[in-house]
């Protein structure tokens, strides 16, 4: 992000309301790192989860969603799947996946083919790219935002056996991709 | 401006005051410089907004502008201290950081800045130090819309909360609390922006002056 977060551009967080379920008990029960409340119990039924006494530093891939309750530093890279950050969850990274929900802190840029949505008290200090940004109002959010086109969903076609068409020549002068512009650079000096 | 100010209910998102819908012509002529076929960066300083991202960064809609948002009166009450905003007095340098800290990109970046109504709730020196600051953001043909509240009687305000409905409809919510508020009028407007090449009025029948302003 070109207007470097700084941690004193957070304003005060309020604290969470106390609830009964977090009232501490009588008993001396075993702690656990799986969260008493979950941002969407349907959403995320099924995710991956780290959970909130957990801190995992280094780069996160792969292929099924993620809830994120606890403090991740580093990248998270879910390209086809759904990342929620949870509301006691910390991001410190870029975050790239298919859908991304926060509810908690992220402190990076993200990107999202599909949504990216920041749930009122969330923090969000970053640049986001996606099809779809939503952001409530009660959100702090700062950074840039970009409207990328949805990307079609890919269905497998079985089509019959054709003959091979005949090889093409591949064009030598071919425009090779142009990299994409960042914020900052669409203008000079 | 030829306001046709209606009353409204909450607007989106439950927004706590009554809101006031109205044409509003600094906003048609913002849209109108827009409407380049090209993507352009545009900066909302009045916090996010469904309605004003969704008009902004569609795609679908339009040229699908790249949308920087912050809230910049959170911000500057975030930066300074509780005594520092009320006693309205600043040791050397403090503003210079403040400014730095949250306008802190390369100049000329910005296509157009919607300032709303923010400046009026900074001490006059923290509006000045911004004013100067958003000049050298703005690129030589940007645009930058403010509202300005005329109303003399000193009474605290809270602050809009702006949205953009279409390309010449903004509905308008106070967000509670109310804020201690400068009072400007169309020469302390004119003072403010004096290193601007053009400071536009629109004549309302309110007590609500909107400015298009070009550097």
Known sequence: MWNKPKKEDLPPRPEPAQTPAAAPAREAIPTSTYPTRRPDEAATRGAALIGKSLVLTGKISGREDLLVDGRIEGDVDLPENKLTVGAGGHVQGGIRAREIVVYGTVHGNMEAAEKVEIKRNARVLGDMRTARPVIEEEAYFKGNIETVRAEAPKVAVQRPAAPEPPVQPSLPNAAPPQPEAKPGESRKG | ?215
Request: aromatic share 10%.
């Open chain 2, 1 to 215: 401006m030829n306001a046709s100010p209606s009353r409204a209910a909450a607007g989106p998102a439950g927004a706590a005051a009554a809101s006031d819908s109205r044409k509003s012509h600094g906003l048609r002529a913002l849209v109108a410089a827009l409407e380049a076929g090209k993507p352009l960066q545009v900066m909302d300083f009045g916090g996010p907004v469904q309605e004003n991202i969704d008009f902004i960064t569609d795609v679908s809609i339009g040229a699908g502008h790249r949308l920087y948002v912050d809230h910049l009166l959170h911000s500057y009450e975030y930066f300074f201290s509780a005594k520092e905003q009320e006693e309205g007095v600043f040791r050397p340098g403090r503003i210079e950081e403040f400014v730095a800290s949250v306008l802190d990109f390369p100049d000329q970046l910005a296509d157009a800045i919607l300032i709303w109504d923010r400046l009026q709730f900074f001490p006059p020196e923290v509006a000045a130090a911004v004013v100067a600051r958003l000049h050298r953001l703005l690129a030589p043909d940007a645009f930058l819309l403010g509202l300005f509240r005329t109303d003399s009687s000193g009474a605290d305000r809270a602050p809009y909360t702006c949205r953009i409905m279409d390309g010449q409809t903004l509905l308008l919510s106070e967000q509670p609390p109310p804020r201690h508020i400068q009072t400007f009028n169309p020469r302390t407007i004119q003072k403010l922006f004096q290193h601007y090449r053009e400071v536009k009025f629109f004549v309302s029948r309110e007590s609500l002056q909107e400015v298009l302003i070009r550097p």
